[in-house]
Antibody
């Protein structure tokens, strides 16, 4: 059973970089698919991107130019960087484990609110 | 604008049965696995159904999933007041510009 926990600043200034980390326990990062999903207040889920084994990444086309995902297997963590943020990036950010290539998340972190202001 | 289409709201009385729909295309639902999630206010989504039809351990058999072509359905029988929540469908989109995709969510109200 995986447990995921997001961490990072809750407040980011416009034009700066949002950086979040997801700490994973209960299993290895290796050979698993890891994603970030966000949810603006009162709105639906938006998939941000996925990383697999440090070498394979997939990004939402609408965010691709600003997003970087990375893995740190020594710490069992993976990270999100989103550059040049605006108020539109204010949301609850979730880290997740995807069940397999063809599916979305089966394990979720509790989510962390990031406000751009 | 979500890639998958869900009705914004559904309502029913306790004890009744409801079905929630999720419509997509051949690049997503048609060729990949659909998951369904329940989200209560202020909490992370919870996995209800994976691989189109399977329930994780601990999920009541009142919840069931199905898929036909490019559409998927979540059925809930014997509605309870605790089922009032937002429900999302999700899957992978295998098109060139694809990735994870979700529906806009359905707000289920138990009257």
């Amino acid at each position: 059973q995986f447990q995921l926990q997001e961490s990072g600043p809750g407040l980011v200034k416009p034009s700066e970089t949002l950086s979040l980390t997801c700490s994973v326990s209960g299993g290895s990062l290796s050979s698993n698919y890891w994603s970030w999903i966000r949810q603006p207040a009162g709105k639906g889920l938006q998939w941000i991107g996925r990383i697999y084994n440090s070498k394979t990444t997939f990004y939402n086309p609408s965010l691709k130019s600003r997003v970087t995902l990375s893995l740190d297997t020594s710490k069992n963590q993976f990270s999100l960087k989103l550059t040049s943020v605006t108020a539109a990036d204010t949301a609850v950010y979730f880290c997740t484990r995807d069940r397999d290539y063809w599916s979305t998340a089966d394990y979720w972190g509790q989510g962390t609110l990031v406000t751009v202001s | 604008q979500s890639v998958l289409t869900q009705p914004p709201s559904v309502s029913a009385a306790p004890g009744q049965n409801v079905t929630l729909s999720c419509s997509g295309s051949s690049s997503n639902i048609g060729n990949n696995y659909v998951s369904w999630y329940q989200q209560l206010p202020g909490t992370a989504p919870k996995l209800l159904i994976y691989d189109n039809i399977r329930r994780p351990s601990g999920i009541a058999d009142r919840f069931s999933g199905s898929k036909s072509g490019t559409s998927a359905t979540l059925a809930i029988t014997g509605l309870q007041t605790g089922d009032e929540a937002d429900y999302y469908c999700g899957t992978w989109d295998s098109s060139l510009s694809g990735g994870g995709v979700f529906g806009g969510g359905t707000k289920l109200t138990v009257l």
